[in-house]
């Protein structure tokens, strides 16, 4: 059996392109990129599955050796690529996590984040919204469109095409400005009703002086919080869907495929 040396090296170059890309981005891409939850061998096992079954679907790389200096600068390239893909994604599941601290810090089950805010004091709510962001991520087949978007990314930005730096930091940071927004759309039904409540017990305190507002604030806060959480919830695969959706057409528009 003779051993093409020459092809041999291409094909091992085309797989490694599309491990780099692909490891990169299911390093901050939602779920497989948790820290803690998913291990680094099972996502790396995830990785090489991915490329072996990817690499003979995409144009072929750059006759480039991975490890001399243009290589490690197409490297470079490839994980920029990937991480901002993940991180796209991944910020709209930080939206519902945020919305979910915004939302406790309303009711007062933050309250330990105000006294310590250095500390690892994790707010209930906002982790409730986390998790319930990652089942609608999967529930909305958002693992599926991560993988498409992987496949139809090598096609819009080949290895070694040229990337304008700018405009994918400018668009990353404006999707950082919309995380807010999406927060607040999500934690504003819960945030408006306890405004409503606290201004009620206010009225109420400056009425009658002589009652212990402070002792029913806290429960009523709390109890107000819980239904207008339950209320909100029927809405809230909606919103997420719309963050998700906005958010994988980004990722597209960022390499080329908007």
């Not at 390093?27 to 490329?51: D, N």
């Not at 996590?97 to 209930?124: K, S």
């Not at 958002?142 to 090598?154: N, P, T, V, Y």
């Amino acid at each position: 059996m003779v051993v093409d040396g020459a092809a041999l090296a291409t094909l091992l170059g085309d797989w490694f392109w599309a491990f780099t890309r692909i490891g990169a981005m299911l390093m901050t891409a939602p779920i497989f990129g948790a820290r803690g939850q998913v291990p680094v061998r099972s996502r790396l096992a995830l990785a090489l599955a991915l490329s072996a079954v990817l690499a003979p679907l995409l144009p072929p790389g750059p006759a480039i050796a991975p490890f001399s200096d243009a290589g490690l600068l197409l490297v470079a390239q490839q994980l920029a690529v990937g991480v901002a893909m993940g991180l796209i994604l991944q910020l709209a599941l930080a939206a519902l996590a945020l919305a979910g601290q915004l939302i406790a810090m309303t009711m007062g089950l933050g309250f330990a984040q105000f006294i310590d805010p250095e500390g690892e004091a994790t707010v209930v709510v906002g982790s409730f919204y986390g998790l319930l962001g990652t089942l609608l991520f999967l529930a909305l087949d958002g693992h599926q469109a991560m993988i498409e978007l992987l496949f139809d990314s090598f096609h819009a930005l080949p290895v070694g095409a040229a990337l304008d730096g700018l405009d994918g930091v400018a668009a990353v940071a404006a999707w950082g400005a919309r995380l807010f927004a999406g927060a607040l759309l999500v934690a504003l039904p819960a945030v408006v009703a306890l405004t409503l409540v606290n201004l009620a017990f206010g009225v109420m305190a400056r009425a009658a002086p002589q009652l212990n507002i402070f002792g029913v604030l806290f429960p009523a806060t709390m109890l107000a919080g819980f239904a207008a959480i339950a209320l909100s919830l029927p809405a809230l695969p909606g919103q997420f869907g719309a963050l998700l959706h906005e958010s994988v057409r980004l990722a597209a528009a960022l390499v080329g495929g908007g």
